[in-house]
């Protein structure tokens, strides 16, 4: 495969994960297959051990000391314009719920190395739709994920939900960010792979989030409820969970 790629490609580390799937047959038909990074929760425990020893992924410091929500930015066609209106409106979400951080995550800047050791400490991830989403396999077993749908997207969380089950993680939520009398600028349809979005990212973002009626419960309940199952160890997450507007 090597004398495929059209230019070298260099990297400090290789790390080889032996992936049992990603297509697994559940029964005996074989048209009826699921889509899988860890078949097992033993595998991804496993998985995340090799990285933490390859990546040298950074202790965390205890729960009851501080917790990190790190909020995804994405300012192409498949983003937000308003992301100065965004950041700032959950920093001060967070400002009143100790002991919580912002950190602001921009998934191009940074290296793979780089996203794995940030999300490592990552106990509440808030993103959208895309490649940047596999990362999360990096996420610690305590830590939830909000994915962020673009209007009309909301049912099309792709591989993420899959993955957060296969992880365990504690807690799992979709908002849909739809204004009053918004035409969705995505079109979502079941043959669209990994995010389900059928747009095209190119170009700058033109749509602006409305926090206020979309964002700002999703997010408040979140940092409440895992600030309480954090601190307690307990709690998993919740795979009946409604999903909330």
Known sequence: TCDNLTQP??????????????WLRRMSSEGDLDRKFFPEMADARRFQRRAA???????????????TI????????????????IIAKVTGLVSSREPWFLE????????????????ACTDLLVAG???????????????????????????????????AEELGLRWWDVLEDCAEGQNSPITCAQGC??????????GDADVSADFEKNWKNPIGRALDDMRVWNNTRGGMWIRNQSLLA
């Not at 990994?194 to 095209?200: F, I, K, L, R």
């Open 104 to 119: 602001v995550w921009e998934p191009k800047a940074e290296s793979l190395a780089a996203q794995a050791k940030r999300l």
């Open 53 to 67: 020893d390859v990546l040298e992924l950074p202790k965390c410091p205890p729960v009851y000391k501080r917790l």
């Open 129 to 163: 739709a895309g490649s940047h989403m596999t990362n999360m396999i990096f996420l610690p077993p305590r830590a939830g994920v909000i994915f962020t749908a673009r209007c009309g997207c909301r049912q099309n969380s792709g591989f993420v939900r899959q993955t």
């Open 9 to 22: 490609v260099c990297f400090d580390e290789l790390l080889v994960h032996r992936q049992v799937g990603p």
């Open 70 to 85: 790190t909020l995804a930015v994405r300012r192409d066609a498949l983003g937000y314009s308003n992301w100065a209106e």
């Open 193 to 202: 792979q990994h995010s389900g979005t059928c747009a095209s990212s190119d």
